[in-house]
């Protein structure tokens, strides 16, 4: 049995990797660094002055395992209660960690192009996982389609559905697969 996951599925992978016997594993697109560090990064990318300064106390409160009450309506959607005990399972895990407990075949696979995890998630990964093989696809952003780090070129990737995923990330997996079984 082959684990894939994608995104955060790929931490979700790797969990369960370590849940029992698997033949291998691929990582797509997923972090390589805690969760609330890499939210931390988006964020600021985005916001600023004490926006920016209340998402990174509602972070530290919990990262610190305390959910927060009160949240401005700017941040509401990402930190409303309803989501803040999802927050606090995911802010745990440390994917590098994870990944170098996984003894079956590896891959990781990363576009060059992801706006949401960068470049630096899948080195964090495969310097955790020396011996996997690590495939960096160029022009693929983080929902597997080809997009440009322009802003207008990521948001038609994630919106329109016409857009194939890049057939190249099929082709790679497709023969490594075909290679480590």
Same mark, same amino acid.
């Given at each position: ?5 994608? #995104?955060?599925?790929?931490? %979700? ?8 016997? @698997?033949?291998?594993?691929? #990582?797509? /697109? ?7 560090? *890499?939210?931390?990064?988006? *964020?600021?990318? +985005?916001? =600023? ?19 927060? /009450? $009160?949240? =401005?309506?700017? *941040? ?5 209660? =309803?989501?803040?005990?999802? &927050?606090?399972?995911?802010?745990? +895990? ?7 407990? %996984?003894?079956?075949?590896?891959? %990781?696979? +990363? ?6 995890? =960068? ?12 011996? /996997? ?8 952003? +983080? !929902?597997?389609?080809?997009?440009? *780090?322009? $802003?207008?070129?990521? &948001? ?5 559905? #016409?857009?194939?995923? !890049?057939? $190249?990330?099929?082709?790679?997996? @497709?023969?490594?697969?075909? $290679? !480590?079984?």
């Amino acid at each position: 049995m082959t684990f894939a996951g994608h #995104s955060e599925g790929s931490l %979700i992978g790797m969990l369960a990797a370590q849940r029992g016997p @698997v033949d291998a594993f691929v #990582s797509i /697109a997923g972090a390589g660094r805690p969760a609330a560090e *890499l939210l931390r990064e988006q *964020l600021a990318k +985005h916001l =600023s002055g004490p926006l920016l300064a209340e998402a990174n106390a509602i972070l530290g409160s919990l990262e610190a395992g305390k959910e927060v /009450a $009160e949240v =401005s309506p700017e *941040l509401y959607d990402l930190f409303r209660p =309803s989501v803040q005990p999802y &927050l606090l399972s995911w802010f745990p +895990h440390e994917p590098a960690a994870l990944i170098a407990t %996984i003894t079956a075949p590896t891959a %990781i696979v +990363h576009g060059t192009t992801d706006a949401q995890t =960068s470049v630096v998630d899948a080195e964090l990964l495969a310097a955790a996982a020396p011996d /996997a093989a690590l495939f960096r696809i160029e022009g693929m952003n +983080h !929902v597997l389609k080809a997009a440009t *780090l322009d $802003e207008m070129s990521q &948001l038609q990737a994630y919106f329109d559905r #016409s857009l194939p995923v !890049v057939p $190249e990330l099929f082709a790679r997996l @497709v023969a490594w697969l075909n $290679e !480590v079984r």
